[in-house]
């Protein structure tokens, strides 16, 4: 939590934020910033913290997971999972992972088609994806700001909290630099149940038990006139993972399941990422920044159950973005515009999926092939204008207004582009094929437009001690058809007027954004033909998959919000702040593929947090050190009626239903909560630096509460039947230990350890029926860093 007068500066950088950097470029001194918007709450994250945090794949997820509104799931956990490079999924305030809004510079990164999809294995389809569009290397990005509530009014589509990550800005200052970055399987500690076990040693889909992984980034500075800079970035970040395939004999006279044998094979899983911002100042207050955006992860599989079948998970997104700032006489004037293609694949190796049964029963039967390749595409374009006007006095109170207008258009398409085709058919003994069962999945294209329209005002009225902020969003789209309007207030008390003693309150509504891929599946399923069944030609169509959102309101949440701050001295703040939570009218799915599904506004969910916090203020000094920390607690209470990792395919669930847990009969409202629930958690960094030595010491500690991991063992006499078993707390402490010798100027040498203690835990119950079936905490993590700037 953050006291006014710090988010008060947070405004002013975002306001002045290109303006700012440009003038750094012509003159030796920053130009005095006048605030002019409101007030604004958020947990940022520099490129110092950044720089202390150890934090293994940088990815966003794994910087900001300790943030006290953010949990995650542990049952998604990819502790077993150490060599993949795909970010975690992450809640805030209870709300469901996929309505968290992504933004890079202010405009949208977010996968509204398929973010719930993270089944990773092959079927027809089924193209994998995740809610960050932009798998971003942290080591590119120069701030990361986490609105998690008391949400400004230019923020919508969302009903959990906002991540804007802010690429570096070029400062003209002729640099490069490289860095290096290694870790492997034989640094790493883990732990498996036996359940898993196999699996894991396998690597299959999901898996990773041996893998290396090296992480190359480079940048550079570039002055190109005394008014601009260009400042490039890029890294590849590259997990080599060895798996276990299923590979074909080709010298076998009639090739048959006996002719297999298991091979481990290395695969990849690679994100390269390329950000490049040109800055330019115009004369007259004009300021301008053009951003180019490429981020693109490939994740290489293999099968050990089908033979020479092998495929590619791939996230691709590029995007160019402009915004301009124009300082007008009575104000600031920014317009942004922005293009992104956002899509998500699946490649496999082959155009037809064959199971291969022999009339000659000496011969086994195998499966082959694959679906070709098949994706899902998001064209996205924006455009954003707002106005913030000079403060305006009237009488004793003083306004702070702006204003402004947002349109998002995107076009979002299912491809499949070739014919692909599963079939099952018997090798007769006169080398003749019988198929018995084969299925035509068309090419083609399915696609659905979706445009949304935001309008907002905000007016921070300050009076005296105290400011009052009011504010609306309305917002129209053409997916649901619904117009929605968002008020939203806050209320900031300067008790002793000397910004020392601050309390808040807030009121918010917060309308969801909606998952396109549902609307994509009818036409899908349109592109199914029965060639032959039971050994016969029919060349029927296969089953219309429809979908009905008919009178459907857009999904909400309503917030309640408080905050309080208090300074002790002059370098430490002591924070409270407890937001609750009120989602309504979420969607749930009923009905079947084959009947069709229907939608309802039946999923609801409250959630409270509440959390202690206690900062520095600026560096204290101790044993001939500069230090800075932070402690934030928190203790969260959620109860939802729908499981929220399904999407939209979860199922309304009656509070009032008989259940049994452990064989003892309870309501379904008293079952424990499970997924993105940890009730209790205790977050603290600590950072030293030590200038004359070069050292920077960077330290994170977690702490987890206890509490109950749940799983489904099924259904006796209509009565659901659940296991549970109690998981313990744990810390973790993470270290991330710098040095730049003064002796070699430019050389930066890093030893990261994730959890120095190596403590394994439990996390959650994997087999609700067998004893001691957990997934476990992946052990301690070392990364060794080498970098150079020039």
């Avoid at 899908?524 to 219309?544: D, F, M, R, W």
């Amino acid at each position: 939590m953050l006291a006014c007068t710090a988010a008060g500066l947070l405004a002013a950088q975002s306001s002045a934020h290109a303006a700012g950097n440009l003038e750094a470029i012509a003159t030796s001194e920053l130009p005095s910033v006048q605030v002019t918007a409101e007030r604004v709450e958020a947990r940022v994250y520099d490129r110092e913290e950044m720089d202390a945090t150890p934090e293994g794949n940088r990815d966003l997820t794994s910087l900001i997971s300790s943030n006290p509104a953010v949990r995650l799931d542990p049952s998604m956990s990819n502790s077993g999972n150490r060599g993949s490079l795909a970010p975690e999924s992450f809640s805030i305030h209870g709300e469901s992972p996929y309505q968290n809004q992504y933004l890079i510079d202010g405009i949208s990164g977010t996968n509204s088609i398929n973010p719930q999809e993270n089944q990773l294995g092959l079927q027809v389809g089924r193209v994998p994806g995740f809610a960050q569009a932009y798998n971003i290397d942290t080591d590119l990005l120069d701030q990361v700001r986490v609105y998690d509530s008391r949400v400004p009014v230019e923020f919508g589509q969302f009903q959990g909290g906002v991540v804007d990550a802010r690429i570096k800005t070029p400062t003209g200052s002729n640099r490069f630099s490289i860095k290096r970055s290694f870790n492997s399987s034989n640094l790493t500690q883990q732990q498996e149940p036996d359940v898993d076990l196999e699996k894991w040693r396998n690597g299959l889909p999901g898996y990773s038990s041996v893998w290396k992984k090296h992480f190359t980034s480079m940048s550079g500075d570039l002055r190109l006139s005394e008014d601009s800079a260009v400042l490039v970035s890029l890294s590849r970040r590259e997990s080599e993972i060895q798996r276990q395939s299923k590979v074909l004999d080709p010298s076998a006279a009639i090739p048959n399941g006996k002719s297999t044998s298991m091979e481990l094979r290395d695969s990849t899983d690679q994100v390269d990422n390329l950000m490049a911002k040109l800055h330019t100042r115009w004369g007259g207050g004009t300021s301008t920044n053009l951003l180019l955006k490429y981020s693109d992860r490939q994740e290489d599989l293999v099968s050990n159950t089908f033979a020479d079948t092998s495929w590619t998970n791939r996230q691709k997104a590029m995007g160019l973005g402009f915004d301009l700032d124009q300082q007008l006489d009575g104000g600031k004037l920014t317009a942004t515009l922005g293009v992104d293609q956002l899509d998500a694949s699946r490649e496999s190796s082959g155009n037809e999926f064959v199971t291969q049964l022999f009339a000659d029963k000496s011969l086994s039967t195998y499966t082959y092939g694959g679906f070709g390749t098949e994706s899902l595409e998001q064209r996205q374009y924006t455009a954003r204008l707002r106005m913030d006007w000079d403060p305006v006095q009237t009488g004793n109170v003083q306004h702070r207004i702006y204003a402004g207008a947002q349109l998002l258009s995107t076009d979002a398409s299912f491809v499949r582009a070739q014919d692909v085709r599963a079939a099952s058919q018997t090798l007769q003994l006169n080398g003749s094929q019988k198929v018995t069962t084969r299925t035509l999945y068309r090419a083609g294209t399915v696609g659905v437009d979706y445009n949304s329209l935001g309008l907002f005002l905000s007016d921070t009225m300050q009076w005296g001690n105290w400011a009052l902020t009011t504010s609306a969003r309305l917002e129209r789209d053409d997916f649901l058809n619904n117009t929605n309007l968002a008020p939203r207030a806050r209320l900031d008390w300067d008790v002793l007027g000397d910004g020392r003693t601050l309390l808040g309150l807030g009121w918010a509504r917060y309308f969801g954004q909606d998952l396109l891929g549902y609307a994509l599946k009818q036409g899908k399923s349109a592109l199914v033909t029965h060639e032959i069944q039971k050994g016969v030609l029919v060349n029927t169509p296969g089953t219309i998959e429809r979908n009905q959102y008919d009178g459907l309101k857009t999904p909400h949440s309503d917030e309640w919000a408080f905050t309080a701050s208090q300074q002790l001295g002059f370098d430490v703040e002591a924070g409270l702040s407890y937001v609750r939570r009120a989602s309504r009218n979420g969607l749930t799915q009923r009905g079947s593929a084959s009947s069709g599904y229907f939608y309802a506004n039946g999923a609801t969910a409250q959630a409270e947090t509440a959390t202690v916090s206690l900062r520095t203020l600026k560096p204290w000094k101790a044993a001939a050190a500069q230090w800075t920390g932070r402690v934030d607690f928190s203790w969260q209470s959620v109860k939802r009626n729908h499981d929220t990792t399904l999407g939209w395919e979860s199922e309304e669930e009656a509070p009032d239903d008989i259940i049994s847990v452990n064989g003892v009969q309870m309501l379904r409202k008293d079952k424990p909560a499970s997924g993105f629930y940890v009730p209790r958690r205790l977050s603290a960094t600590l950072n030293g630096r030590w200038a004359q030595a070069g050292v920077t010491w960077g330290n994170r500690l977690n702490w987890n509460g206890a509490r109950t991991g749940i799983g489904y063992t099924g259904t006796i006499k209509g009565v659901e039947q659940y296991n549970s078993q109690r998981l313990p707390s744990y810390l973790t402490w993470d270290m991330a230990l710098t040095y730049q010798p003064h002796w070699a100027p430019g050389v930066t040498l890093s030893l990261d350890m994730l959890n120095v203690l190596n403590r394994r835990v439990p996390l959650v119950v994997t087999t609700a029926g067998a004893a001691n079936n957990a997934r476990w905490q992946t052990g301690r993590e070392i990364w060794l860093t080498a970098g150079y700037q020039f």
